[in-house]
C-alpha cells in the first residue's frame, strides 16, 4: 500500500504568514509596552526633579523674603536713630551761639556752684580755684570770668560728645544706609564738626576780633549748609523708607 505523503503548500504558506504576522504584532506590543514603560520611569524621574527645584525655590524665596523684611526693619530703626542724633547733635551745638540766657554766676551761692561742677563731672583742678574764691567772687572778676571759661569749655565738650555719638552711630550702621544717606550723612557729621570747633574758637579762644569774626562766619556758613543737609536726609529718608521703595533691594 502507497503512502500519500503530499503536502498542501498554500496552507504551509498561510500558517507561516500567520506566525509571522504574530511575532511582529507581539514584537510590537512588547516595543510599544517597553517605550511606554521607559517613558513613564523618565515622566516620573522628571517630575520628582522639578518637585525638588520647586521646593528648592520655595526655600529660597522664603529666605530672601526673611531676609529683605530683617534688613528692611534694621534700615528703618537705623534711620530713625541716626536722624535723631544728629538732631540732638546740631541742636546742642545751637544752643551755644545765637540768642543765649546769659546766667549771672554771681548770685550763685557756694553750694549752687559746686553741684553746677557735679552735674557736669567738672574735675578739681577746674573747680578747686573757683570755689576756694568764691566769697571774692564781688571783688575779683577773674573768679566769674574763670567760671564762665571753665562753664563754656565744659558745653563745647558736650557738644563734641553729641556731634561724636551721631558719627559713631553713622558708621554703625553704614551696612542698612543706602549711598545717598551714606554721602548726606557724612557731609553732615563733618559739618557739625566744623561748627563746634569754631563755636570752641569762639567762646574758648583767642581775643582777637579777626579771629572771632573769621569763626562767627565759618559757623553762619556751615549751619546754612547744615540745614540744606537735613531737608536733603529727611526728604530721602521719607522717600526709602516709604511703602514700595525697593530699588536696588534685589
Not at 567738672?122 to 573747680?127: H, L, V
Not at 563746634?196 to 572771632?212: A, M
Not at 573769621?214 to 531737608?231: D, G, H, K, P, T
Request: with cysteine.
Amino acid at each position: 500500500m502507497a503512502l500519500d505523503i503530499s503536502i498542501d503548500w498554500g496552507t504551509v504558506v498561510i500558517s507561516a504568514s500567520a506566525v509571522l504576522f504574530s511575532i511582529i504584532k507581539g514584537a510590537q506590543y512588547f516595543s510599544k509596552k517597553y517605550v511606554d514603560q521607559r517613558f513613564l520611569e523618565k515622566l516620573e524621574q522628571h517630575k520628582h526633579e522639578l518637585q525638588g527645584i520647586m521646593e528648592y525655590n520655595k526655600f529660597d524665596l522664603q529666605r530672601k523674603m526673611q531676609d529683605f523684611n530683617l534688613f528692611t526693619t534694621k534700615r528703618h530703626e537705623a534711620y530713625t536713630t541716626l536722624y535723631k542724633l544728629f538732631l540732638e547733635a546740631d541742636g546742642y551745638a545751637g544752643s551755644l551761639m545765637g540768642y543765649r540766657e546769659v546766667t549771672d554766676y554771681k548770685k550763685y551761692s557756694y553750694d549752687e556752684v559746686s553741684r553746677l561742677f557735679d552735674e557736669y563731672n567738672i574735675g578739681d583742678t577746674d573747680k578747686n580755684p573757683i570755689l576756694d574764691n568764691w566769697d571774692k567772687r564781688h571783688n575779683d572778676d577773674s573768679v566769674i570770668s574763670n567760671l564762665k571759661y571753665v562753664m563754656n569749655r565744659t558745653h563745647v565738650n558736650v557738644a563734641k560728645d553729641y556731634q561724636r555719638k551721631a558719627q559713631n552711630e553713622f558708621y554703625y550702621s553704614k551696612l542698612y544706609l543706602s549711598e545717598k544717606v551714606d554721602e548726606i550723612c557724612y557731609e553732615l557729621s563733618n559739618c557739625l564738626r566744623f561748627v563746634i570747633t569754631d563755636i570752641e574758637v569762639y567762646h574758648c579762644g583767642t581775643k582777637d576780633s579777626r579771629v572771632l569774626s573769621e569763626a562767627m562766619r565759618n559757623i553762619n556758613s556751615n549751619n546754612q549748609r547744615i540745614s540744606v543737609l537735613f531737608r536733603d536726609l529727611k526728604l530721602t529718608m521719607q522717600e526709602e523708607l516709604s511703602i514700595g521703595y525697593y530699588k536696588n533691594q534685589t
